[in-house]
């Protein structure tokens, strides 16, 4: 365990911690651990992990709670897009199972196309090992770690907020709630009740020398099977492919059938299926509250996915990293709460989720016309690959159309929320 400052001592950087404890003695301190902590972060996915290791980077003492132990199963693709290869402070090059850059895109079901990009478009980890890395640079970082810990509940106080597990319960100036979809520190601050959400149905298969050959740099994608938007995948990694579907909520109970025609249609042979399960993937509505006193939601747990795509981890890195500077702020004294972290995530995240939301209402619409553009039209294919892969943003796109560029405003918002009935 790294050595930690003793209570009361004061942060790096001028930190000091700003507890002003009625019971010093009480819960105040881990027994366990022999330490006192300025801030808890809960669930240790990349949101949380990203924002205690800035925390810790900058002197403050942090506890991570994670429910699981490591190498723990997370249901994701474990696609990361060049921009969040960008975001993550740490060399990635020993996690990367595959880089792709070639598509393989079938609308409905029917005959597929091929189209490739000059630079690579995703970056492909299995994420049990993604995640273990993050927490452990992380607690080399200085963060102490405390998994097979689930937190039970939170409660806020004017000057601590207080985080309980089975056996204890600590107190801290401020926490981050990174647990996830249906995270307990959401449900304990009645934050979030009002987000929509996408379901995906995630499957391992390991196929045939052969097809894993086949498939090296390559993604496949299925187009306008679902209604109300989403899609089906198939993502490379070493040893396996990984295959599923996702689209707002009423399609639930299809996508299973969905991805088993998906995978049938891919002619995959001698394919096994590892493991398989559904999750959800939470989406904000515009101005949902994120943060209540002393204590923030981050990444899934805020509801910060791209509806467009289902792309969440960016976005937890990114609010993370957001999560950790308005801590700093809180413990050093410049602000009594946290509510200028969910102004910054209005401010510097939501404007290019919302923006999302609306350009792939064109795609519900016309899902042909979107595949045809992507098949036929060179400036429509690159535009979206510089979008994906974070080379513009949507509002940049939207300023290309000049004195058109309000007409995005004008499409409805694709937010999770269900309103057709399943699959064409
Ligand atoms: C099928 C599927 C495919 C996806 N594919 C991609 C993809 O290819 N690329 C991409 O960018 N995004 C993808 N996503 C989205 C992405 O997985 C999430 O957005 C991302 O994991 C969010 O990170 P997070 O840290 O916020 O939450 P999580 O990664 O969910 O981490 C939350 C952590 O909190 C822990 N936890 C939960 N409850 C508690 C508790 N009570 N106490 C302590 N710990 C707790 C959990 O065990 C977990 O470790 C996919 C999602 C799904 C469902």
């Not at 410049?334 to 290019?352: A, G, H, N």
């Not at 919302?354 to 016309?366: E, I, N, P």
Request: proline share 6%; aromatic share 8%; with cysteine.
């Amino acid at each position: 365990m790294p050595a930690l400052p003793l209570p009361g001592a004061t942060l790096a950087h001028g930190l000091r911690p700003c507890l002003e404890f009625d019971d010093k003695n009480s819960s105040a301190w881990c027994s366990n651990l022999n330490c006192v902590f300025d801030a808890a972060v809960v669930g240790a996915g990349p949101a949380g992990s990203m924002a205690a290791y800035q925390l810790a980077r900058a002197g403050v003492r942090v506890l991570l709670l994670e429910k699981e132990t490591a190498p723990r199963y997370k249901p994701c693709a474990g696609g990361l897009t060049p921009k969040t290869v960008q975001e993550v402070p740490f060399d990635l090059d020993d996690l990367v199972e595959d880089v792709c850059q070639d598509f393989q895109v079938s609308l409905r079901l029917g005959q597929p196309f091929r189209r490739r990009y000059p630079h690579p478009m995703v970056y492909m980890v299995m994420r049990d090992r993604f995640d273990q890395y993050l927490t452990e640079r992380a607690v080399q970082a200085g963060v102490v770690l405390r998994d097979g810990s689930p937190a039970t509940g939170v409660e806020l106080r004017p000057v601590y907020a207080e985080v309980r597990t089975k056996g204890d319960t600590f107190r801290v100036a401020a926490l981050v709630g990174a647990d996830g979809a249906n995270g307990v520190v959401a449900r304990s601050l009645g934050l979030g009740s009002d987000f929509h959400h996408w379901v995906a149905w995630e499957s391992e298969v390991v196929p045939d020398d052969v097809d894993l050959e086949r498939w090296r740099g390559l993604i496949g994608i299925d187009l306008g099977t679902l209604r109300g938007g989403g899609y089906a995948w198939v993502f490379p990694k070493r040893d396996l492919l990984s295959v599923g579907a996702g689209g707002c909520t009423q399609v639930g109970r299809d996508l299973r059938g969905y991805c088993d025609r998906f995978v049938a249609g891919l002619g995959l042979r001698s394919a096994r299926a590892l493991r398989q399960r559904g999750h959800l993937l939470p989406i904000r509505p515009r101005g949902s509250p994120i943060q209540l006193g002393r204590a923030l939601l981050a990444g899934d747990a805020a509801g910060l996915v791209d509806a467009s795509t289902g792309e969440g981890i960016y976005w937890a890195v990114r609010s993370g990293k957001l999560a950790a500077s308005a801590v700093l702020e809180l413990l050093a004294g410049e602000i009594q709460d946290l509510e200028s972290y969910e102004r910054r995530v209005d401010d510097e995240l939501m404007p290019e989720l919302l923006a999302a939301r609306r350009w792939v209402s064109l795609y519900l619409w016309a899902p042909a016309l979107c595949s045809l553009l992507i098949h036929r039209s060179d400036p429509f294919w690159q535009t979206i690959c510089m979008l994906f892969r974070g080379d513009q943003g949507y509002q940049d796109v939207a300023r290309l159309l000049g004195p058109l560029r309000f007409l995005p405003s004008l499409l409805p918002e694709v937010d999770g929320k269900a309103r057709h009935s399943a699959m064409r």
